[in-house]
T-cell receptor
Framework: LAKTTQPISMDSYEGQEVNITCSHNNIATNDYITWYQQFPSQGPRFIIQGYKTKVTNEVASLFIPADRKSSTLSLPRVSLSDTAVYYCLVAPVSGNTPLVFGKGTRLSVIA | DSGVTQTPKHLITATGQRVTLRCSPRSGDLSVYWYQQSLDQGLQFLIQYYNGEERAKGNILERFSAQQFPDLHSELNLSSLELGDSALYFC?????????????FGPGTRLLVL
């Protein structure tokens, strides 16, 4: 499984857009990029997933350049409730495999 | 609400004891995964079952075992407990037939070994 690298922590003020970048230099052709969010003492929650270019849902956007060696999770206009740990994961499209979690990025949103 | 349920929410026990954690996956999901999250180790994969059969093993100790029953619920058994087993234990489920996989995590069981 491709290894991912992301910042350990980030701070942001409420209302700002937050971009968290993840590098995955060894991503394989059949790998998808997935982001999970975890609040303290809760299970991780799926946010968004993509293979290439841009994916957007009601929560976030995911930007993936053509070489797919990195990806950026964009959270528009964050609020205090977006304070959480965000994990970037890479896993094969065939699925049915365990997820390998790194340390994630601890996002703190400040009023 | 992910649709995955776990019981109990909290468990306090003593060293040397044995406990059983239970997980009910989302309706229709065939795969169940168990993860352990401790402060120093982060989220670590323990074991996966798919439709009743063990499919993958991670960093699961020999003192730990799991099974998935015909109704697809799963149990994680932890025996000869040590202080270091104190952690949050999460169960996740998925339906591999959905293509690129999304795992849905339960609320977790917090285990405290005293």
């Amino acid at each position: 499984l491709a290894k991912t690298t992301q910042p350990i922590s980030m701070d942001s003020y409420e209302g700002q857009e937050v971009n968290i970048t993840c590098s995955h230099n060894n991503i394989a052709t059949n790998d998808y990029i997935t982001w999970y969010q975890q609040f303290p003492s809760q299970g991780p929650r799926f946010i968004i997933q993509g293979y290439k270019t841009k994916v957007t849902n009601e929560v976030a956007s995911l930007f993936i350049p053509a070489d797919r060696k990195s990806s950026t999770l964009s959270l528009p206009r964050v609020s205090l409730s977006d304070t959480a740990v965000y994990y970037c994961l890479v896993a094969p499209v065939s699925g049915n495999t365990p997820l390998v979690f790194g340390k994630g990025t601890r996002l703190s949103v400040i009023a | 609400d992910s649709g995955v349920t776990q019981t109990p929410k909290h468990l306090i026990t003593a060293t040397g004891q044995r406990v059983t954690l239970r997980c009910s996956p989302r309706s229709g999901d065939l795969s169940v995964y168990w993860y352990q999250q401790s402060l120093d180790q982060g989220l670590q994969f323990l074991i996966q079952y798919y439709n009743g059969e063990e499919r993958a093993k991670g960093n699961i100790l020999e003192r730990f075992s799991a099974q998935q029953f015909p109704d697809l619920h799963s149990e994680l058994n932890l025996s000869s407990l040590e202080l270091g087993d104190s952690a949050l234990y999460f169960c996740a489920s998925s339906d591999p037939g959905q293509g690129a996989e999304t795992q849905y995590f339960g609320p977790g069981t917090r285990l405290l070994v005293l």
